[in-house]
């Protein structure tokens, strides 16, 4: 089983640039697909991006050109960089897992998540 925590989250002002890292636990981190979602007060929880094990990526339309997610297998780690924040980017972002190790739109499709870090961006 992995365990997930995410990092880096905090208040910045509209047209700034955070990155958050969420660290795994275990063995196998390299076959995992990572993803980073997000869930907004009042919306659901929506995918912003995702990588596969292979290094392929997706992201939401929202995000393109603006996000970039990664990850570095030797520190377990998947990093998404926020570059030109946005107020409606305010929301907690959560970082999550899937066994199948792609890089799914699919909020079912993942088997572990993280506890959420706050992004907040003001106008």
């Known amino acids: 089983q992995a365990k997930l925590v995410e990092s880096g989250g905090g208040l910045v002002q509209a047209g700034d640039s955070l990155r958050l890292s969420c660290a795994a636990s275990?063995?196998?981190?390299?076959?995992?697909?990572m993803g980073w979602f997000r869930q907004a007060p009042g919306k659901e929880r929506e995918l912003v991006a995702a990588?596969?094990?292979?290094?392929?990526?997706n992201y939401a339309d929202s995000v393109k050109g603006r996000f970039t997610i990664s990850r570095d297998n030797a520190k377990n780690t998947v990093y998404l960089q926020m570059n030109s924040l946005k107020p409606e980017d305010t929301a907690v972002y959560y970082c999550?897992?899937?066994?199948?190790?792609?890089?799914?739109?699919?909020?079912?499709?993942?088997?572990?998540w993280g506890q959420g870090t706050q992004v907040t961006v003001s106008s």
């Open positions: 999550a897992a899937t066994v199948s190790g792609s890089g799914s739109y699919y909020e079912d499709d993942y088997n572990y």
């Open positions: 275990g063995r196998t981190f390299n076959t995992y697909g």
């Open positions: 990588i596969g094990s292979g290094g392929s990526t």
